[in-house]
């Protein structure tokens, strides 16, 4: 039983943490941002694009000649009992138009803030790149002079020294 409890415990635990990043309040802007883009998108498919497609004669409900019963004989012997299956294909399309044009309208928005991101940070690398330019350099320190590698002669001296003190 307590290790259920602990579970619970950490379930929760994480539950508290997932909600206070920052990325589930961006994500919940995104939602509520996107449902008024739908909004706007479905008024205008239906506001504009509908009536525009009666206009050229598309059906009577812009899509609606897309429509087929499914029982129409059925319908036309007995309309009173039977009621017709009606497949809408003008229905679908005009919710996928709708996405579509949402998609490309929250696209566009998030294309523009990225770019407007990137410009500003070129900008600020800019405009580190200049100061670090303008800065005075500060003064190294001189390196401790090295002391010059022994000629070969030297090293034959040396080893033949140590020869004749091995010898003796």
Known sequence: MAKDKTEK??????FKEFIARGNVLDMAVGIIVGGAFTAIITALVN???TPLLQMIGVGSDGFGALQVVLNQAAYNANPET??????DFGIVISSIVTFLLTALMLFTIVYTVNHIHARAEKIKAKRAAQEAEEAPA??????????????????????RDLL?????
Do not use: C, D, R, S
């Not at 004749?164 to 003796?168: D, F, L, Y």
């Open 47 to 49: 506001g504009i694009l």
């Open 9 to 14: 415990k950490g379930f929760f635990k994480e």
């Open 164 to 168: 004749k003190a091995g010898k003796e």
């Open 82 to 87: 039977v009621t017709p299956i009606v497949l």
């Open 138 to 159: 500060e003064p190294q320190p001189e390196p401790e002079p090295v002391p010059p590698a022994p000629t070969t002669e030297e090293l034959l001296t040396e080893i």
